[in-house]
């Protein structure tokens, strides 16, 4: 086997990239999701159809967006449709199989926090704010979530709760009658955890090539549920190393080019 | 019928101190050099709102316009805070600004019911989240099926402003690309300010393109560049190096006051203020 070189920063994008079924409609957020929704079109899943937020539908952006409205998304969609239908219409109506999200905090249930660190009033880290992730996590068929592993981030209790995962656990989600299952899986630069299908907690099913369970648990702000047979995450391939570097290469060049 | 104006004379006879005001544009078509002008013409005690408050309604907030905020995501897009906004949120620097926020999808029904004239918008949102103590959502039970759904107050602004591509001599309108909330915040708005990239004699625009009809809009100014440094569609690309070197500027109170002062205060209008950052 030859040993490739990489980032866990990169595994991670490959890892989530690989989630992506081809021909799935994925409403994407920006950042780390952006990248592995792009990767899995450029990769396995050519057919996926990429949502903004912006309104921008079946959208083929040739390098990544900086904002959420970049003019290379609506240039390379299908469709440009106003805030107000791809909210109503599109999100909220049921349309749309898979939401991808990143998050600053998350919890056991896989409930996210992209608000603020430290109290409301007095932040520690006053992040954007909500902007679409509730309704994408409470409308999409299925979420992923995509965010670097640590303690701080991997909390006991969110500072706050901006998006749904599974609530409280258990059925605590079904109650609130979403439109959609919520989280299937969260993908980090350590391994792959996924809710069990019962209590809902996110148990490791997966960690990345070289990485030990121990790592991953002291990672995590709480006792971190391990699954009986944890699987290696296949090595990143050289197809998708390139097409990543490539990809990451274009858009460095067209962010940095302007006076 | 939307006077042609200047946009100093627009934004002196439409914008008004304490007025609620929605400048729009999700990414794309930011009012740029409107918002500029409601800095130099120091209007006061403005409640803004907006979708997408990034470094125009920094500029403004640090600037001492405003004294509320409605929104729902606030943040300079792919590079981080907006200093301002947090500076008048934590320390009230220079004045202290309430905040009611929200997420997307509410602020789009309250807008969508503001320009029907509704009193809220509907939608199954903000349950589950810490968003429904620090914002104005009230849950109510369908009539029908007795499903529990948010109602979100609807967006009335005083005046709304945005930024398109053309208006023709009549003052009608035609914008495209990603067009955001814009049509909902002119048509729920009581005045309506318009700055376009060019003033043509025929707009030739196809059947269902978003139009603006000259009868419900204010004013209409010419203004090129008008939404540097956000971009407008078919005409310039975003400068993704200034939305950069915002975050610099603003860090500091200091360095972010001597830039108004020397870009906007001390320009007389976008055209100067382009030239004096070196863009035009």
Redesign the interface.
Known sequence: MAEATYTSDEMMTIAAARMVRNGTSLFVG?GLPSAAANLARLTHAPDTILIY????IGTKPNVL???????E???TSDT?V???EI??YW??GGKIGLGFLGAAQIDKFANINS?VIGP?G??KV??????????IA??CGEVLVTLRHSPKAFVEK?D?????GH?EGGDSREK????GKGPVAVITDLGVLTPDPVTKELVLTSVHPGVTVEQVVAATGWPLKVASEVKTTPLPTATELQVLRDLNERTAKA??G?? | MAKILPLSEAIAEFVRDGDTIALEGFTHLIPYAAGHEIIRQKRRNLTLIRMTPDVLYDQMIGAGCATNLRFSWGGNPGVGSLHRLRDAVEKSWPQPLAIEEHEHAGMAVAYAAGASHLPFGILRGYAGTDLTPHTTVQFIDCPFTGEKLAAVKAIRPDVTVIHAQKADSKGNVLLWGIVGAQKEAVMAAERAIVTVEEIVDKLDAPPNAVILPTWILSAVSEVKHGAFPSYTHGYYPRNNAFYKQWDVISKDRDTFLAWIDKHIMKTKDFDEFRRSVGVA
């Not at chain 1, 937020?53 to 921008?56: I, K």
């Not at chain 1, 006053?126 to 309704?135: E, Q, T």
């Not at chain 1, 706050?160 to 749904?164: L, P, Y």
């Open positions: 920006i937020e912006s309104g921008t967006p900086l904002s959420i409205g970049d003019g998304l609506a240039e440009v106003g805030i107000v909210f109503n999100l909220m608000t409301y007095r932040p006053r992040l954007p704010g909500a902007g679409g992730a509730p309704a409470a409308s969110l706050f709760r901006t998006s749904s609530m609130m009658r979403f439109p962010h940095a302007q006076a």
